[in-house]
């Protein structure tokens, strides 16, 4: 690629605030032509918070403070533009040099600290040059104004840019203001969100219309319960999303050697190396608010693959800007390409049906599907592959179904994740023996006998048919380890209870340390943890036992 070749190089060879303030007036000297844009893929009935978007894909702020090449990025082929951050009065940000690039890990530091024009300065601006697509503005608060007045400062950045915007992100996060992040405390932010929710109702009253879509956006070093309260202030408010997330204060991770990385000094760290805090963050509150609210998802998306990640975590809309700086003028156009092609890959009919489809797994969590289906190998091969689109990480068949239902399964399986270049989640077949009738077992392929000789021949039927292990009770746990004698046939053991010698059938209920003892490579749980007095407490107690026993 031309950019990344020639471009890029010679742009990184400037300090990082001058090839962007370069890059600035390319762009207005005439790069934002039509002829720049091209062909554009366009994402049929995209809306979000009320308005209609061309495709998901954005400019966060911060590219464009003063709204100098709105106009120029929407012909670019962004969906939507957020110009800012704007406070009320101008002012120049921290001291120069406060932008650093750290090109071993695709990432920027900067801690600029809302150098801007002003409110009123970008409102006068965008009444000459507003840009054909959504427009977003981003206010923050002014350097010298204290946090208790933050109030009134944020009200007039809004009252001066209202009239020009779609919607008005209010910027709270920011590491480069001193105190800024206190507002993300649960009682600045409900009162901030609703003094500004409160004004915006009031004008649109008064002037004939809708209110203006109001969104917050969060940093990514929130804890879990942080960003419970934020999303209590933000339902409470009545605002219409959440952008995740700003850039973090973490430097853990990183390629670029130490020195270089402590010579650049505090700030705010943005690109590849966020990512994946990002979409944590996406996910969680994707979660929390059950779709209530839109969450835009922004940090370290370079490519479809990055944006489609975001949008399977729960984010209807995503946003770049270091991504921007490392991939250049075609970013836009390549990603959007690149998520029509996911969309039809995965078999939705729409983006909207992807958004949140894995928000669970992208929130760190590990799903283990318990399929129902049991005797049409058809109907299991289809749930097998939704499955793998669902990010499973476990799931089980039963084995009444019999050898050609569970081949059926694991071939499905696997074509599927190879088809989506995804990890194969491990298939495992689970026993209703007690229930079955001779007849039934010998078209199984289990065959009659004691409980004994039939576990052990379903864990037989289950290896040779590219099964990865089965489930087996306590007791059952040796005879399948001694029936299946290869490395990494899994045992999933149910009957978990951490008293379990308070139970005479020690067959069927055993402890989380037992089961580990014995060859159990997963346990589950359900009552003993749902009926306990402190149900996290026992649900970490089972897990700490795993752990110790190398089990994951």
């Known amino acids: ?44 009935g995209l809306r979000r ?44 940000g921290n001291p120069r040099p406060r932008l650093f ?25 965008l009444t000459r040059a507003r840009p054909d697509c959504v427009l977003g503005v981003n206010i923050g608060k002014s350097r010298v104004v204290p946090v208790e007045e933050a109030n009134e400062d944020y009200l007039a950045s809004f009252e001066a840019v209202r009239r020009h ?53 969060v940093a990514p070093d929130l804890g879990a319960g942080e960003l419970e309260l934020i999303v209590e202030a933000a339902l409470g408010a009545g605002i219409a999303g959440i952008i995740a997330t700003n850039t973090t204060t973490a430097r853990a991770g990183l390629r670029t050697e130490a020195a270089r990385v402590a010579a650049c000094g505090e700030g705010g760290l943005s690109g590849a190396p966020l990512r994946r805090r990002s979409t944590s963050v996406v996910a969680a509150l994707r979660l929390l608010t059950r779709g209530a609210l839109e969450i835009v998802g922004v940090g370290g998306v370079f490519s479809a693959e990055d944006a489609w990640e975001k949008i399977c975590a729960g984010a209807g809309l995503v946003q770049l800007y270091t991504g921007f700086v490392y991939e250049g003028l075609g970013v836009a156009r390549r990603i959007n390409e690149g998520l029509a092609a996911l969309v039809e890959r995965h078999g939705f009919r ?46 089980n068949v039963h084995a009444s179904g019999g050898g050609e239902m569970m081949r059926r399964a694991a071939e499905a399986c696997a074509e599927e994740a190879a088809r989506l270049g995804v990890e194969r989640p491990s298939l495992i077949a689970v026993t209703v023996l007690t229930s079955m009738g001779s007849d039934a077992l010998n078209e199984t392929g289990v065959g009659a006998g004691s ?28 005879p399948v380890r001694e029936a299946v004698g290869r490395a990494g046939f899994l045992v999933v053991t149910p009957g978990i209870h951490p008293a379990a010698s308070a139970y005479a059938d020690q067959k069927r209920v055993t402890s989380p340390a037992e089961a580990v003892g014995r060859g159990a490579d997963f346990v589950v749980v359900g009552r003993a943890i749902l009926n306990a007095p402190d149900p996290a407490r026992a649900a970490r107690a089972v897990v700490e036992v795993m752990d110790g026993g190398g089990r994951q």
């Open 165 to 217: 915007a779609d919607y008005v992100a209010v910027n709270v996060s920011s590491p480069n203001t001193p105190g800024l992040r206190e507002l993300q405390r649960a009682d600045l932010l409900s009162s901030l969100l609703g003094a500004l929710q409160t004004r915006n109702r009031e004008t649109a009253a008064a002037e004939g219309r809708a209110p203006l879509p109001l969104l917050v956006k």
């Open 49 to 92: 918070f009320g308005l209609s978007f061309r495709n998901p894909v954005g400019v966060a702020a911060g590219f464009d403070k003063n709204g100098l090449v709105a106009r120029q990025l929407a012909a670019l082929g962004f969906g939507f533009v957020e110009v800012g951050t704007v406070t009320r009065l101008p002012q120049p």
């Open 1 to 44: 690629m031309l950019y990344r070749s020639l471009l890029r190089p010679l742009l990184f060879k400037l300090p990082p605030e001058t090839a962007h303030e370069f890059a600035l007036h390319a762009l207005s000297l005439g790069l934002g032509s039509a002829a720049v844009r091209g062909d554009e893929t366009e994402f049929a």
């Open 350 to 395: 729409t983006l909207d049906e992807a958004v949140g489809c894995r928000a669970l797994v992208g929130h760190g969590a590990r799903l283990f599907l318990d399929l129902k289906f049991h005797d049409i190998p058809n109907t299991v091969a289809a749930a097998a592959r939704e499955a793998v689109r669902l990010g499973v990480r476990l799931f």
């Open 101 to 125: 690039r750290l090109p071993l890990d695709r990432a920027l530091v900067n801690r600029q600290g809302f150098n801007n024009e002003g409110a009123e300065a970008l409102a006068r601006r």
């Open 451 to 478: 409980v004994e000789e039939q576990v052990r021949r379903l864990a037989q039927l289950a290896d040779a048919s590219g099964l990865d292990g089965v489930v087996a009770s306590p007791h059952e746990i040796l």
